[in-house]
């Protein structure tokens, strides 16, 4: 028999969250993404918020080597540097969805074309690109700039308040949140990328541990909040839960 595993509630935060985006909305953020002047790139911010869980930070400061391999091959894994992680812990993000790799190719060949931050001297190596460079540039052909922040967080299930240090990319932060805006996606946030994540992993079944390596979590708690609770799946399981085919409710049964 399997071990039973205790139930958690999904409770109610004062803190707004990010809406979870419907299959339709997601099309017209992409749509709107691609739709700018340059395509390519934003087309594979938007994948790997929604297919890779980043954050938008953790968008801005990714290099040319943490997502290919020196021969040009595209990584499946990807390290995020613990500086520039939530929690201050280097985290995995994984590249195994089939339209982010996508995405990454095409930007990849848009680059190499454009001739984007190349190495000197001329190299075969990452595909003529400089490793060290940031993988998603500005409109400027240049790494989005950081901000150090900080922040005061205080737990729901302690009230204890802590104080961290974060880097931020409010320009990076403001783009993407206007394709949101320009969508019509209501309350639309770069955060809304993670939620709708989580809860499409956990509506296809994915467990508690899949979604914290997934998210990052530390605790397999943490992704409850990130997760809508699917009602119409509820609906429909309850209706169906004492239904009775009509031969036994004929015979009297």
């Known amino acids: 028999m399997p071990t039973p595993r205790a139930i958690r509630r999904f409770r109610a935060s004062k803190v707004k969250k990010a809406p979870v985006l419907t299959p339709r909305e997601f099309k017209r953020l992409l749509y709107v993404a691609g739709d700018t002047r340059n395509p390519e790139r934003n087309r594979l911010i938007v994948w790997l918020l929604f297919g890779a869980a980043f954050r938008i930070t953790e968008v801005a400061v990714i290099e040319i080597k943490d997502v290919m391999w020196k021969s040009g091959k595209l990584r499946n894994k990807v390290i995020i540097p613990a500086k520039f992680c939530k929690n201050g812990k280097a985290g995995h993000v994984f590249f195994y969805q089939k339209k982010l790799l996508a995405a990454l190719e095409d930007y990849i060949q848009y680059r190499v074309d454009k001739k984007l931050l190349m190495a000197h001297p001329s190299s075969d190596d990452y595909r003529g690109l400089r490793k060290d460079s940031k993988l998603i540039l500005s409109e400027n052909k240049q790494p989005y700039s950081l901000k150090k922040k900080k922040r005061k967080y205080t737990s729901e299930k302690t009230g204890e308040v802590t104080h961290t240090e974060n880097w931020a990319c409010d320009t990076l932060q403001h783009v993407v ?17 993670r939620r709708t994540l989580a809860t499409r992993v956990a509506r296809r079944g994915g467990t508690e541990e899949l979604l914290c390596v997934l998210l990052r979590h530390s605790t397999d708690d943490e992704p409850y909040g990130y997760i809508d609770p699917d009602y119409d799946g509820i609906r429909k399981t309850l209706e169906a839960l004492y239904s009775i085919p009509e031969d036994i409710e004929g015979a009297g049964l």
């Open 177 to 193: 949140t206007r394709w949101g805006r320009n969508a019509g996606i209501k309350d639309f946030t770069t955060h809304s990328g």
